[in-house]
């Protein structure tokens, strides 16, 4: 027989275990960029004022972090918020160049702070939303139980989204390519004036290729500010002194006179046509790049986050299962012989852009990027390349 005090002590200790395991309809696990977006849009909408959310994050979110940029075709949500917008673009190579204008887009620049700050505002307002500062240590996706077990607590849900992106699950596969958008950027204040505030430089390829696909970025601010980033489409990261030694003589090439160096930024996107839907299941959903929600040909995730996101929040009303959330398109299939060609000639990847650019209309373009072109245009789009690289692609993925 069990001693009073030894009885007690055990309903003491399960009370407690009980009290410290909760239950959510929905969790949420990383409060970045799409469990942000996507806490908001259930908080914000009256059909899920009944469900308890919880959204799990390791960091206190409140830094530039990132410097969010997509285009737009008239007012948006984050106006509000933006840092700058521009109307007026410039593509750069060695054989190339246009200016042009961006209309009917503009190009938003959104820096992170603001967007965390005013997201948490908006959670922190909503009883509904339980914001926990933890670290996710796993995710439990079984049969009958749903579960995050965090470093605070365990957590049960009946749905759990994750933008938690684990590298491995793409080193251990060899079916799709796996590239890089990855670069260094620099936030510089020049002596002279040598940058035009209006354009930005979307890209430009008129730089050293030294056998991998390297173009430079620049997000003008006035004539003697912009960030400048040195970017790569690439499977291999650099060193930093490279992509230092990238910027710098960028800016010597413009002859900007002295500089300084007011914030740094750094990235690594990654860019592939890889189905991170399949780790999906009935009660689990990975979000943002963990969900495969980064584009594949060009590492923009933002503006395609937001999208999918409005794509999500009305589909959750259907409480059909996530498996038929999404499955592959066309432009899905485009992205992925796109990759294949510039993977295996990465050397070969600033001509395959100069083509795009200079035999279509920068609007199309951008149009196609969103994925919003009818067939037609994608098919002029698609002639401007060698059309024997992609055959063979299509090839190797048909046979
Ligand atoms: C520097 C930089 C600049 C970029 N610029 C652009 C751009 O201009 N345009 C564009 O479209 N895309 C851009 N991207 C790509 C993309 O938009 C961002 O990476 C975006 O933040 C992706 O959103 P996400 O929700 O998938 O990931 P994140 O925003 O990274 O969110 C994931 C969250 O999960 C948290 N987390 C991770 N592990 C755990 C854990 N174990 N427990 C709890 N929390 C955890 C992280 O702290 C993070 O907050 C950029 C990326 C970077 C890195």
Redesign the pocket.
Known sequence: MIPQHQGISWIYVLLRAIEREKTYDYII???????LLLTQKLAEDPFFRDKKIAL????I?NQN??????WENSSGSFDHLLHTQWEEGYFGSAHFTSEFSLQPFSYKMLRSKPFYEACQHILDNSPQVDRIQ???IAIEDQKDVHRVRTSGETLYGKRIFS???DPKILEQQKKYPVLQQHFLGWYVTTEKAVFDPNRIHFMDFDIPQDGATRFIYVLPFSETEALVEYTLFSADLLTLQEYERGIKSYLESLDCGTYSINET?????PMTSYRFDRHNSHHLMH????GG??KAST?????K?TEKIDALVAFLKTEKPFSRFWKPDRFWFYDLLFLDVLAQHNAYGHELFRMMFQKNDPEVILKFLDEKTSFWEEIRIMISFPIPLFVKALWKRLF
């Not at 799990?56 to 960091?59: A, R």
């Not at 930024?265 to 996107?269: A, K, L």
């Open positions: 696990c990383g409060g970045g960029a799409s469990g799990v994050e390791k960091d979110k972090d990132r410097t969010w940029c997509f933890a670290e996710v933008s938690l992106f930024e750094q990235g690594s996107i979000i943002g790049t963990a929600w980064t590492g923009f995730t933002f503006k986050t």
